[in-house]
């Protein structure tokens, strides 16, 4: 400035020029600079600097030209200068902004103004290098750079934004303080996994850059719009929700964030740390979690339902508080805490719910934690209801175990927790281990819980091994039915993703000696006596339907069989009833047997059917005993699935079959 004044005040009557390959100060570099001053009327002078490269590597400027055209002129005691700025192609392509600046030997103001856009720098005398930064309505995209500089993977969208700092320049860095409003953010990252949409945000900022690491204190407030982190979205209310952390650079790209807190008033509180680094595959290294408040059902609704959705937990009526803390690192999770008051969950499907849960977990990996205990007043599981209980719980080595036997009230009857654990650091292996025995529980309420039809019977059995891995859950040893006065054993018994989108069940079924009468009688199927034996071998649900398995049913002791289980039994196996004409049927209300057998495997969709023996074209299914006689011959080797169950629909439902 003081050069440029001596310049005016020896009337300048040539043009003079100056060159510099290279001028540096602080964190800035410029190359090939270029200051022209020509004479101009009334004693003025034109000038003309041009800057080839420009360089603010915190900033994330690189290589960008600048140039300034404007008419130096005398105004009282200060100079003015008048004209144009042209900064670079990247912040108004193909346009140019005023410019009006003014200053004398001390100080000068600037204001630049574009569009919408304007700002205004301000020395600050007689400090030097200190100025004031007040900026109005600037396009975020121009600031695309700074934020690539440190975030490769980002990209700045839509929006504006207003500043007023207070900007410092030290011998190694600069020092940088003030308010800013963001207006309509929008960010998104090239993997999709981070994000925003329309969001304002304002605050508080403070920036120190030593030797170009960054160091941010950041205290401010969002609200409205939309915000993706991995798994986490939200849609955030438009009421401010407070957003104040602090950063500093612990590499290139690196970052530690002392300081993280969120607080959404009555609804969610966060305080955290963390190390990240964008450019990983996986951007968060560890982090701690020292305190989480949850306030339901406003936390799920707001800030959980999306993330637990693709788990299938997207449709749940929540209440209550919870609490809790967390911490991870280069291993994965290395403690959690948790604690419930007065919890209340209930899952649209009917999977969950429990009501009245109060108590706590703590979990330590390397550690050994106090005990807690966990209690409900009520809870169902697919719709079985379990009475009021407590558990208590002490976590040793990174393994979660329940300290006593528990038995659970269900139906008249009660389910045995004779051990269970958790190891939730595990990468592989085991994460579930449990010992569970059953007894006494009432068949009729269990089967009418589950929206069966209502049979008799107790069950029980034992389970001396459950374990959870990768999402599997898997039962050793069986279960014993005692229905129908008769017994079912289940065994193999294993579930994927047993709480998720599309769970596959796999069991073998095997029963005994059932009483047919009772069976038929249950389901409606039409009336027939005699024991009923046989299994059903690599039975497969997916989504709780049947998509495999091989059946075979058989009551070899004989028995009777009313005329509406002759004309159900046809049906299912597309036959007839051979030995007696249709018309003498319908004097006769049941028929003597010897033998029954059926034959189903069920592969692609499609059953393939079979009975005692083969007959001719067809297979018996019936074989008749005494006067008058009957025997019931299939003639369909291959039932579509779908058609045969709407044949079994039909025939416990009271429909007449249709057989063709």
Partial sequence: ??????????????????????????????????????????????LRLDIAEAEVPTLGVQHQPLSVRCELARDEARWRCRGTLQWGARAAPGKSMDLNASFDANSMDLDVRGGEFRATISSEPPLPGKWRVVVKDLPLAWLNAALVAQWPAAKLGSGTLDADAKLGTLPDGIDAHGHYALHDLSLD?????????????????????????????????????????????????????????????AGKTAWDISRFQVDDAQVLHIEASASIDPTQAEPLLTWSVGRVDLVLPLAYTRYGQAMLAPRSLGELTTQGTLKGSARLDERGIRAFAVQAENVGIDDAQRRVSVHGLNGGIDWRRDEVAPGTSLAWQAMELYRLPFDAAKWNWRSVDGVLALQDTTSLPLLGGAVDILQFSLSPAAQRGDRLHASIAMHDIDMRRFSGALGWPEFGGVLGGGVPVLRYRDERLEIGGGLMLNVFDGTVNVTDLSIERPFGVAPVLTTDIAFSNLDLKLLTGTFDFGEISGRLSGAIKALRLLGWSPVAFDAELHALEGGKISQRAVNNLSSVGGGIGAGLQASLMRVFDSFGYSRLGLHCRLENNVCHMGGLDSAGQGYSIVEGRGLPRITIVGHQGEVDWPVLVERLKAATSGTAPVIR
């Fill in 1 to 46: 400035m003081a050069f440029v004044g001596a310049l005016l005040a020896a009337k300048v009557a040539v043009a003079l020029e100056l060159r510099a390959d290279s001028i540096e100060a602080a964190e800035a570099r410029f190359s090939t600079v270029v200051l022209h001053v020509d004479p101009a009327p009334l004693g003025r002078l034109a």
């Fill in 189 to 249: 990252t090239e993997d999709g996994r981070i994000a925003a949409a329309h969001v304002t945000a304002e605050g508080s900022l403070a920036l120190h850059a030593p030797h170009s690491r960054l160091s941010i204190e950041n205290d401010g407030t969002l609200k409205g719009g939309e915000i993706l982190v991995g798994p986490f979205y939200a849609k955030l209310p438009s009421s401010p929700v407070s957003l104040s952390w602090s950063a500093s650079q």
